[in-house]
């Protein structure tokens, strides 16, 4: 036999051993069985579980609005005065919020919080239009539209209802609302900026005296050098001359500056005066020229005030609740 018939020969057996080779039943891989992971559930989102999130905390400095949020605040109470058997059920309510610091204790750690609120106005229309902008540093009151600090109150939509159409909804929940752009706020005026710091809502009663007509008190800020005057004068319990003495004597104001802090604390004192007697006029006729309708909405509001619940998860606030609103709205019905 020739040599490369032999090759050819030896090959094709290899060949037909490596064939039987794979034909021949292989051992199955044991199958790792995935292990079952657990079924995650969802706790269902409560209808107005949002509710204080979305009320703006009028007053609070922007830079404080992100501590507002760092707890997981429980306003279920607020939640449940909606349901039946609530103060607000079926009610027309208007809602803003507010923060207050607070020392409280949280996990055995004792700091100062911004405490969040919910002012609830139960009223057949809005309670106001207006802001207040007031503080120890501003020379004057301010009462101005909300509009231009871009503020309004808007209709709340509760979550089971916001796949409908809101102008189908006949909303009978309504929230202050500030559009204002947080990332626009570094094009803001100092001025402008702090006003936001300064706001409150106005409230005008027409029935109840208002605060700033029966103050007899006067914020003054003299600008002195090398730095300014600030005192209150109180028209009925000081004396000018004697009041300005005790300023000398504490080197709050030098000697060669008397008259002219006498004059300033004697024109701020005539623009109090005439203040407080145009806001009696306006009262007066206001009222006389209000409709009966009108005059039983002012009498019938009601001014709730709620704070969170207790719960593990933010600080115990119960023993910092207060009936004070502001300095307009005054005291709430109730505290809850």
Excluded at 85 to 114: D, M, N
Excluded at 232 to 242: G, P, Q, S, T
Excluded at 258 to 276: L, P, Q, S, W
Aim: with cysteine; glycine share 2%; hydrophobic share 30%.
């Amino acid at each position: 036999m020739r040599k490369g018939t032999k090759r050819k020969t030896k090959q094709q057996q290899e060949a037909k051993q490596d064939a039987a080779e794979d034909n021949k039943p292989r051992a199955k891989r044991a199958k790792t069985s995935k292990p079952q992971s657990e079924p995650e559930y969802f706790e269902d989102k409560r209808n107005l579980e949002d509710l204080w999130k979305e009320t703006f905390p009028v007053g609070t400095e922007w830079d404080q609005l992100d501590t507002v949020y760092q707890f997981k605040w429980d306003f279920s109470n607020l939640e449940n005065a909606f349901e039946e058997g609530g103060v607000l059920y079926e009610k027309k309510v208007y809602l803003f919020g507010c923060t207050e610091p607070q020392l409280v204790t949280f996990k055995g750690e004792s700091k100062v919080v911004c405490v969040p609120a919910v002012v609830a106005v139960v009223s057949p229309f809005p309670p106001s239009d207006k802001i207040g902008i007031n503080s120890v540093q501003r020379e004057a009151e301010e009462i101005i539209p909300m509009k231009q600090m871009k503020m309004d109150w808007v209709p709340y939509i509760p979550l089971e209802d916001r796949d409908s159409q809101v102008d189908r909804l006949k909303s009978q929940i309504f929230i202050l609302s500030c559009n204002q752009r947080r990332s626009a706020l570094k094009h803001l005026k100092l001025d402008r900026l702090k006003k936001y710091e300064y706001c409150l809502p106005y409230f005008y009663q027409p029935f109840k005296e208002d605060e700033l007509e029966q103050s007899t008190e006067v914020p003054i800020i003299f600008p002195a050098e090398p730095k300014p005057v600030f005192c209150e004068f109180d028209w009925e319990l000081d004396e000018l001359e004697e009041f300005t003495d005790k300023l000398v004597e504490e080197e709050e104001l030098s000697e060669d500056q008397k008259d002219a802090f006498k004059e300033f604390v004697k024109e701020r004192v005539r623009e109090a005066k005439k203040a407080n007697r145009e806001a009696r006029e306006s009262r007066k006729k206001a009222i006389e020229e209000m409709s009966e309708e009108t005059k039983a909405a002012f009498e019938s509001m009601r001014f709730y005030k709620f704070y969170p619940v207790q719960s593990p998860d933010a600080p115990d606030v119960s023993n910092v609740k207060s009936p004070f609103i502001n300095r307009y709205y005054g005291k709430a019905h109730e505290v809850l």
